[in-house]
């Protein structure tokens, strides 16, 4: 089902919520700017705070087509923009040399930048580059050139221009600091770890089926692991991981032991999880109990 546009940052919340997305309305704003406007957003931020699933989620609130380019260290325009099938071009080449253009659009692979500047029935699509920090500076470069004018260049075919720009969401994991040049083109936004009532909220409207007691211990414990020396804290996504995993176990009560058994969902490094099971998990579940107590 195709959905107009949001008409105000309340309808744009709503928009959101209605895909199980709880945004505060710093980013709520941004998002309804950035629709509006015509204009790409930039969201930054550690690992597992829901800079991916914005896409995800404003993608199917919409009925727009989602197209994913996962940038890495080397992409370049054959793995991004398009590729021609050789193999396919010397086959045709053997078989009817006079007649066959090799170089016409039936011997096109369209990677994700030319399927984004494409006409879409459902609209214009959502365009998702993921982790753009993990490329180098000469991809980073054609980017900015592509997304000034939302075109791309087949030599063979000429320019390739959208009628209407697609909504571009770009994130960073902040391994590397993206260029200025990029971030201006761009509406920008910090994505922080959610405090507590966001993520209370957020849990309830993606793992429903967890009782709110068990939803206040592990957003509890995720909420004190981040205060926690750790190597890389847990993002929104290790929470919703964990809690769907206790769940499914009919967990009704975090205890040391249910951590020691299901922190593989909450932590991802071994040195980190040496560091808080046993000992230290027990003392954080204390406090949370005391606290809960006194708060009673």
């Known amino acids: 089902m195709i959905n107009k546009l ?5 309808a744009t919340t709503t928009l959101l919520a209605g895909q199980g997305y709880v945004a505060d309305r710093p980013l709520a704003t941004l998002t309804y700017l950035a629709l509006t406007l015509k204009r790409p957003i930039f969201l930054e931020g550690e690992a597992g705070v829901g800079k991916t699933e914005l896409a995800k989620v404003v993608a199917n609130g919409l009925g727009r087509d989602l197209i994913r380019l996962q940038c890495y260290e080397g992409l370049d325009t054959s793995n991004a923009v398009y590729e021609w099938n050789f193999a396919a071009q010397m086959l045709s080449m053997n078989s009817d040399a006079k007649n066959t253009d090799i170089y016409s659009e039936k011997f096109l692979i369209k990677r994700a930048l030319l399927k984004a500047v494409e006409a ?9 580059i993921d982790e753009i920090d993990r490329t180098d500076a000469p991809f980073e470069a054609f980017l900015l050139e592509a997304l000034s004018d939302y075109q791309v260049t087949v030599p063979e075919l000429g320019v390739i221009k959208a009628a209407e720009p697609p909504i571009v969401i770009l994130t960073s994991n902040r391994t590397r600091e993206v260029h200025d040049a990029l971030k201006r083109r761009c509406l920008y936004h910090w994505v922080d770890y959610p405090d507590f009532a966001r993520e209370m909220e957020i849990l309830a409207a993606r793992v429903p089926h967890a009782a709110k007691a068990l939803r206040t211990e592990v957003v509890e414990f995720v909420q004190r692991l981040r205060s926690e020396n750790l190597f890389k804290s847990p993002g929104l996504a290790e929470t919703l991981d964990w809690a769907k995993c206790l769940v499914a176990l009919d967990v009704v009560a975090v205890s040391p032991e249910i951590i020691t058994d299901t922190i593989g969902a909450v932590l991802k490094y071994q040195d980190d999880i040496t560091k808080i099971t046993g000992g230290p998990a027990t003392r954080i579940l204390d406090q949370i109990k005391q606290d809960m107590r006194a708060f009673q």
Do not use: A, R
């Not at 949001?6 to 309340?10: D, L, Q, Y």
């Not at 879409?120 to 998702?128: A, K, M, R, T, Y």
């Open 6 to 10: 949001p008409n105000s940052i309340e």
């Open 120 to 128: 879409h029935e459902s609209g214009p699509p959502v365009l998702l």
